[in-house]
């Protein structure tokens, strides 16, 4: 596969979690990183990001990405763009559908009138496996139809259109990734908002018990965020475009997620408790992804077990807990 070098690039919302660990990825591979982040309060934004990767020297911009044509010398500067900003609460789209229709939408249509003119080959959109919905064949590949569930689905469907119909008439590249659950070092754990898995992790980490809804059943995939930054960086250097699901071949009942955390802290324990209301009508129930596309395009791979990856999760609060919780 022909990979071209990256000199340096543009992250949009790299203060949150997965841009908290690919700006260092990024960094490690000698790349100079540029930061813009409006330091939402709803999403996964934490000061201690911003402290770490200010201590490596990248340089950090705090603003919109709607804003962009305020720091003209960075799209200068910049050959490519990975664009993560956005807000991820699913029950927050149905509470806030503008902040999240803004947020996921409006901002990058803005951000993509603004790069007219600069000479940027390559953008990377994360978006999200929710975009699906709840899908009767599995494992759902990218041909399955579109049919959110939530408003932050329909937000981050139609920002991906929006790529696909830009990057025709700016002529750059757009790879657009389908995330399933990504975990790691920095997620949001402080409250139940933003994933299943960061409440799992900030009730091991205060010795609570995890709630889990139903009988717990339903399986979910995990990805290791290591191992997400690095197909990131290959989407960026290989000669692809297109839309790609990313996640784990490997799926888990939550029950066993929950089993497996407990394990790291047997202080935890796990209850059962009837499915809320309101998240049944935005459940997309048991949900397995193929990933072959991104396998085999993108030289995707799973290196961190679930196990592995979820201990060093644990490890990383125990240290730095102040900063979350
Ligand atoms: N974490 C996951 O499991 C997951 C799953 C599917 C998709 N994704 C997608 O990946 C991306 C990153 O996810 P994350 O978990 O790091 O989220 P996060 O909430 O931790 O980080 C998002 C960052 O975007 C910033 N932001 C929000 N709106 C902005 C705007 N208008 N301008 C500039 N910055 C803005 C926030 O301040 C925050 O720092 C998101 O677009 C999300 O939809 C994540």
């Given at each position: ?14 203060l ?34 911003l402290l ?13 990405i709607?804003?962009i ?10 050959d490519?763009v ?8 699913h ?10 229709i803004?947020?996921?939408t ?25 975009v ?31 790529y ?9 590249d757009?790879?657009i ?16 908002r ?5 409440w ?14 139903g ?36 799926t ?14 047997p ?15 935005i459940?997309i129930?048991s ?8 396998k085999?395009?993108?030289?995707h ?9 979820l ?15």
């Open positions: 596969m022909k990979t071209k070098k990256i000199k340096s690039v543009l992250i949009t919302g790299g949150g979690f997965i841009g908290l660990n690919l700006s260092q990825f990024f960094i490690q591979k000698g790349i100079e990183v540029f930061v813009l982040d409006s330091k939402n309060e709803n999403s996964g934004y934490n000061e201690f990001h770490t990767l200010k201590k490596k020297g990248l340089t950090i911009i705090e603003g919109t709607g804003n044509h305020k720091h003209r010398e960075i799209l200068k500067n910049v490519s990975v664009d993560l900003a956005g807000l991820i609460g029950l927050d789209s149905m509470k806030n559908p503008l902040a999240d803004e947020n996921n409006v901002e990058h249509i803005r951000f993509l009138e603004n790069i007219k003119g600069f000479k940027i080959s390559k953008i990377v959109y994360t978006s999200t496996r929710q699906y919905g709840k899908q009767e064949k599995m494992p759902v590949d990218e041909n399955a139809t579109v049919k959110p569930l939530d408003f932050n689905g329909i937000n981050k469907y139609s920002t991906e259109s929006y696909s119909i830009y990057s025709k008439h700016l002529n750059f757009v790879v990734l389908r995330l399933s659950n990504i975990y790691g070092e920095g997620m949001h754990i402080r409250d139940k933003l994933s299943f898995l960061g799992f992790m900030n009730r091991i980490i205060t010795n609570n018990p995890i709630e889990i809804f009988d717990g059943l339903n399986v979910r995939d995990l990805l290791y965020v290591g191992d997400l930054v690095n197909t990131i960086y290959n989407s960026l250097v290989m000669d692809v475009s297109g839309i790609f699901n990313v996640g784990s071949d490997k888990f009942t939550l029950k066993r997620i929950a089993e497996i955390l407990v394990d790291l802290n202080k935890s324990s796990i209850i059962y408790v009837p499915f809320p209301d309101v998240l049944k009508n459940d129930g949900f397995i992804i193929d990933n072959s596309k991104a085999n395009l993108l030289e791979r799973e290196i961190v077990s679930i196990e592995e990856g201990k060093k999760t644990y490890e990383y609060f125990q240290k730095y807990k102040g900063y979350y919780l």
